[in-house]
């Protein structure tokens, strides 16, 4: 199984409501991906941005213990007091100027080695964890966080191990994420390719290779519904796929539509998720258009 | 008459108190909220109203070989599997079901109001399945004995690989799956779809005005001439 789920706030007022909106949807899905889970909150405003010059957010995250305290310091020492590390889930954030997060790798490549970048963006922020979703949410507050797009996965992993790094969303490049319900099975040959092109992976998850792919196109100039498009071409399998940019929110499905998915549609927000569970208690709902993706049509819904 | 909040109760106390009542019974579900497996397994010729929507598998696996059992009605939309392997009763859905609407159903009337999604009716056993609106994709998939009517549209390959069910097509077809024909209707035929249309209360659908398709039977035992349909 897993779950996905996707939540775009039209309405600013339900902005402050975001966390507390996605954490009832990730609770309804919660048996269906009771291993681990991951969740990516996109937000305008941080306390510390200059608003014309706004900083790179990196979530960082681990599989194994580490000293955040310790990481967080070193860290501080090295680029100064600006990279404002805060802890963020599980792991750690910090804030780098555009261009900054590379001498950051470097630093974490150097003496960090059991660290991984989860996540870089201008506006997003991820949190990945083991263990029940419900339970994570509870752990780390995930109620009370505010912002205008959030993406969610319940993981029950059957290709990869569970960890913290295997789990989704896989955020290949700057402030794009990717969930996935499903499968892929032509993923090692994708994998094959992506990484004689030069591209790095983090974990041997089939969805990452999909993320990747996705990113891949983007770069070399698609916009994000064809880049999709591509991602059905050449990738094999069953998907529920939950896509978000800076400032869309997609999801697409496979031929078949073997995997679930519900939209719910309100003058306040999109909301995407595997099962209609994972909406009933949104706020206005018994005022949305509700209705399932039809299989192999990209939609795409802009802030 | 009993009132069953599904919220405090949960699913399983739920189905137990709806299996206590006696035939002639009658239950309101509230709060369902897409709630899975609400009203399944009951055999006893109850009556059930479902205040809200539903999840998967709603009344699946009800009634009994003589085709009795309880009347369900939805008042909201159900997910995947509604009525999934019925043996008798009727579920009558409100609104809209989600994929693969009556699945393995062997007896008993399921009947949709709105759309079905894709794979209604699929491996149906000897089941009635009404949809008023449009089916999905691969509806009647592998379907056995029974009977499906679609008041709307069906999706590309309707039924595919279709062995005895019989489907009856109100609006446009897509595309017919692999050993699916359209055959002349009959006059049984035609009663078939007046009583249907009648007990489903379907007034948008004109008996005289609806395409048949059954199986082709080319695909019943592997033959070589037929590799290509497979």
Redesign the interface.
């Known amino acids: 199984m897993c779950g996905v789920i996707g939540l775009l706030i039209r309405d600013r007022a339900l902005e402050p409501q975001l966390g507390s909106m996605l954490v009832t949807m990730i609770e309804a899905l919660d048996e269906r991906g009771p291993d681990s889970s991951g969740i990516a909150v996109y937000a305008d405003h941080w306390s510390g941005d200059i608003p014309d010059a706004p900083r790179v957010k990196v979530s960082l995250g681990s599989d194994e213990p580490v000293d955040w305290g310790r990481l967080a310091a070193s860290l501080e020492n090295r680029f100064g007091e600006t990279i404002r590390p805060h802890p963020f889930g599980a792991g750690l954030v910090v804030e780098v100027p555009p261009g900054g997060e590379h001498g950051l790798n470097a630093v974490i490549a150097e003496g960090w080695s059991n660290v991984r970048v989860l996540a870089t963006g201008l506006n997003l922020r991820v949190l990945k964890d083991t263990g029940r979703p419900s339970e994570t949410c509870a752990r780390f507050g995930v109620a009370g966080w505010e912002g205008y797009l959030g993406v969610a996965h319940t993981r029950m992993a059957t290709e990869s191990a569970v960890t913290v790094l295997h789990s989704h969303p896989f955020v290949p490049t700057k402030d794009l994420c990717v969930v996935h319900n499903g499968s892929f099975s032509n993923y090692a040959t994708v994998r094959r390719f992506l990484m004689a092109a030069g591209v790095q992976f983090d974990s041997d998850n089939d969805s990452e290779v999909a993320a990747r792919y996705l990113a891949r196109r983007l770069q070399q100039g698609d916009d994000l519904e064809e880049a999709i498009r591509w991602v059905m071409k050449e990738m094999d399998g069953f998907f529920t796929l939950v896509i978000s940019t800076a400032n869309e929110l997609s999801v697409v499905r496979d031929a078949f539509a073997c995997k679930p998915a519900v939209v719910a549609e309100t003058d306040g927000y999109i909301a995407v998720a595997s099962e209609y569970r994972a909406l009933a208690e949104l706020p206005g709902i018994a005022a949305a258009t509700v209705f399932e993706p039809r299989p192999e049509e990209v939609y795409t819904w802009s802030r | 008459m009993e009132s069953l909040n599904c919220e405090d109760l949960g699913t399983r106390a739920v189905n137990q108190r709806l299996r206590a009542l006696p035939d002639g019974g009658h239950a309101r579900l509230l709060q369902p ?4 497996n609400l009203a399944v397994g009951l055999s006893s010729r109850i009556s059930i109203d479902i205040e809200g ?1 539903a ?2 598998f709603l009344g699946g696996l009800g009634g009994n070989r003589d085709g009795t059992g309880p009347d369900i009605v939805v008042n909201g ?1 159900v ?2 599997a509604v009525g999934e392997n019925l043996m008798g009763g009727s579920v009558r859905v409100r609104g809209s079901a ?2 693969s609407a009556g699945s393995s159903a062997r007896g008993g009337t399921i009947v949709i109001e709105g759309d079905a ?2 794979r209604a009716g699929i491996s149906l056993k000897g089941a009635t399945l009404a949809i008023g609106g449009n089916a ?3 509806s009647g998939f592998m379907a056995q004995s029974g009977v499906i009517l679609i008041g709307g549209n069906a999706g590309h390959g309707l039924g595919d690989s279709l062995y005895e069910a019989r489907i009856y097509v109100a609006g446009s077809i897509d595309s017919l799956g692999s050993d699916a024909v359209i055959t002349e209707m009959s006059d049984e035929d035609l009663l078939t779809v007046k009583e249907l249309v009648s007990d489903a209360g379907f007034d948008h659908i004109d008996p005289t005005r609806v395409t048949k398709v059954t199986s082709a039977r080319q695909l019943y035992h592997f033959s070589t001439h037929n590799h290509g349909a497979y």
Not at chain 2, 33 to 36: D, F, I, P, V
């Open positions: 909220r897409g709630r899975h929507n999840g998967y939309f997910g995947w989600s994929q999604s894709l999905g994709a691969m």
